[in-house]
């Protein structure tokens, strides 16, 4: 008797089966799980905190908060970050003081894990939310981060 | 199996298989080089070494705080547990005490990845069996926790979320009522899972009595996590040595004795429901407070040697550090669960079919970053 | 007398007064047989792109959807992709039975397919021990398998066809016995006649319960004849790779992947001229419109493929030794009480006929 009661739940467990799929597929029309990703630039937002590339915001001035302190460059386990720095001559303090000249981001060693922003004292990098990252040469993906002619903002001090 | 008497005429012979490096089933770049009888397994090799990133010699030349964003890299499926051994181990021997809230969402954002990474196990255990639909739903139920930890955390995989000392930055705002959503989703997801899959007749015979491993074989081949507890070896690090908030709530530690790949895989199973009742219990009462205690920006650990455990979702994880007294460790090692649990495959995967081979090591999640580190 | 149909009526009695007899009878062979070669290939795309929209439905996703309207031509793009593929090989395969294998099978499922009576006078080749070559022909795939796994000199696919040729020797017995079973009530080989004796009730509804456990039967071996999920041993893509078809590439692979979806078709089209009365409509409803019987007779077809596909994206795969069981320990047992009781049946009297 064993024998067709095993047949039996074991064909029952399988209708079970089937009908958790076949919910499913009658409520396929109500929409995919997936998404249309190239169809759907324009609407697909990232979460503001999503690591996608460090930039370094620009005000309209072109003036960035960056005093090439070098923590970032410290902080990071790669080396992802160059800092190219020379001292001058501050305009608004008339000291002699650190001015970056090239803040270079290789995006190609970067892991994303955030301990340069972390570490940061003037917030002069941030996240970039953009996640297109793939490019057809390597050299591109070494950013040079400070826009041309960019200073630093009146009055930032580390 | 039984031997059969029959004098033959045939000479069988055992040949080789090469599983992987390039395999479905060995998820990842594991290889495993097989003896086998026709179908039946006599030997299983394990071959390692293909994703090796010598991450333990990586982390005598960082830093401590850049040491966390490795450890990612190891068991990417339970990444943020795996952060926070680090940064419990770094704050025990800094003897620093961390805000009663970072505890706390320690431990949810760590059930959450334990929930995650079995979603995704679930998944591909039943593609491992031949149910490709599972792949689907278990990502669908990951994918809303992936989108809780970019939120929050800003990454969906390698979060690097903790520092020593506490949390890069605060949750979310909509953290909370996104995370009793998915409490409220999921609770509804995991009778299905049961419904498609572990009451299923055709699964149910293909993993009992598969695999076998007894009790003191889990100990001597120093299993831990599921697997070990699919043998009736309790051994669940969060209820002996419970850190973070663990010590505050109320759970049970899902036990089998069978030790069969259903024992196996019911205790993953029923670990889902227990880490939902302990996200449960925490997401109400967050208590205010710091969510990071000032540390100096070099951290030098006093000299001496630490040692710290935790419950990823495969097991057991140590991190042991030796310190110098330098901003360094001298030595790093960690104890990764899935090596052991690899190690213990040619012990019980012999004399199955290669059916059963694949079955048993989906129930063993392995992860092959973790194993080769 | 039918519209639409009297057309082949009237090509072959053009042929037949414009050529001599054996001019004339080659000329129709070859004109049939490019037609049922439209058929398979159509079908078979067809039913590749049905598989896949079906299982992303199964699976909350899209599906292919961008090649032509709601992706119509993909299994177009598909193969014309697959043409232009290089045809690689291993270096030591048996050349002559690794080029052979695919055509066994492809060759095996379009002989089948000619015996199919899609609607009345729609039937290229009514033999009248039809379903015996059905079964006869369609157990022919089988040895292509064997010979690819063989031919490529790879030991996945040596063991992928070694599993295929255990499934199909036992799982013949299980398909033959249950269409014996119902052979039992038409007393007829011939796929015409056995549509013939159904007009007084489909078969289901005359046999019953012995019809409807050989119906389930049949789905089940058929199933697993076509080496499809939950029985698809042969190729167990997480045990096996790709299983017998793993060494092949391009049109030959094609060639495989094709076939496994007429013969999903023609396993489905058996069942549902022995089992749902073929092109005859419900009821009757449109008898006198024999042009829609193909349209009965893809629905109901289709129906069936439903239901195997449905099988595919739910079920876990079986392990071999359970496969064997199954069929040896359950259906076989099953199948043979099956006969006893519907030859009793058939004795007593006790069929349902309208």
Known sequence: MSYFSEIYNGVITLLKGMSVTGKYFLNSRKGAITQQYPDNRDTLKMFERFRGEVIMPHDEKNEHTCTGCQKCEIACPNGSIEIVWDRGIDEYSGKKKKKIDKFVYHLSLCTMCGLCIDVCPTDAIKWGQNFENSVYDRTQLTRVLNRPGSKLRAGVED | MESTTIKSNFKSEEYFINMGPQHPATHGVLRLLLTIDGEIIKKVEPDLGYIHRSIEKMCERDSYQQIVHLTDRMDYLSANINNEAVCLCVEKALELEVPERVRVIRTIIGELTRISSHCLWWGVMGMDVGALTTFFYGFRDREMLNDIFEETCGARLTMNYNVPGGLMFDIHPNFVSRVKEFIAHFKTKIPEYDRLLTENVIFQKRTKGVGILSREDAISFGASGPVARGSGYSCDVRKYHPYSALDQVDFNEPLRTEGDTFARYSVRIEEMWESLSIVEQLIDNIPEGEYRVPTKAVIKLPKGEYYQKVETARGELGVYIISTGTKSPYRLKFRSPGFSNLSLLNHIAVGGKIGDLVATMATLDLVIPDIDR | ?354
């Open chain 3, 1 to 354: 007398m039918i519209i639409g149909l009297s057309i082949t009526r009237d090509i072959h009695d053009w042929l037949y007064g414009a050529m001599p007899e054996w001019a004339a009878s080659l000329t129709e062979m070859v004109l049939i047989a490019l037609v049922y070669l439209g058929i398979f290939a159509v079908a078979g795309l067809f039913l590749v792109l049905l598989e896949r929209r079906i299982a992303a439905w199964f699976q909350q996703r899209l599906g292919p959807n961008r090649v032509g309207f709601q992706g119509l031509l993909q299994t177009m793009a598909d193969a014309l992709k697959l043409l232009s593929k290089e045809l690689t090989g291993t270096t030591k395969a048996d050349t002559f039975l690794y080029n052979l294998a695919p055509y066994f099978v492809i060759i095996s499922s379009l002989m089948a397919l000619s015996v199919f009576p899609f609607t009345r006078e729609f039937q290229a080749f009514d033999i009248n021990i039809g379903l015996f070559f059905l079964i006869a022909v369609s157990s022919i795939g089988v040895i292509g398998i064997l010979l690819g796994g063989w031919g490529s000199n790879n030991k996945y696919a040596l063991i992928g066809a070694m599993r295929s040729g255990v499934q199909t020797i036992s799982y013949e017995l299980s398909v033959g016995l249950s269409l014996l079973t119902m052979v039992l009530l038409t007393g007829t080989l011939q796929l015409s006649q056995i549509v013939e004796v159904q007009k007084s009730g489909w078969l289901i509804v005359q046999g019953h319960i012995p019809a409807i456990v050989a119906f389930m039967i049949f789905m089940i071996s058929g199933t697993a004849e076509t080496n499809r999920a939950p029985f698809d041993m042969v190729e167990a893509e997480s045990e096996l790779g790709a299983g017998f078809h793993t060494e092949y590439s391009g049109m030959k692979f094609a060639y495989f992947f094709l076939a496994e979806f007429i013969n999903m078709f023609i396993i489905c089209a058996i069942a549902t001229t022995v089992f749902f009365g073929a092109w005859l409509s419900p009821f009757g409803i449109t008898e006198s419109i024999p042009l829609l019987g193909v349209f009965w007779f893809l629905l109901k077809t289709l129906m069936l493929v439903f239901l195997m596909m449905w099988f595919r994206w739910t079920f876990p795969r079986l392990r071999i030794d359970q496969l064997l069981t199954l069929e040896w320990k359950y259906l076989l047992p099953m199948n043979l009480v099956n006969i006893v009781i519907m030859a009793v049946m058939v004795w007593l009297n006790l069929t349902i006929k309208f």
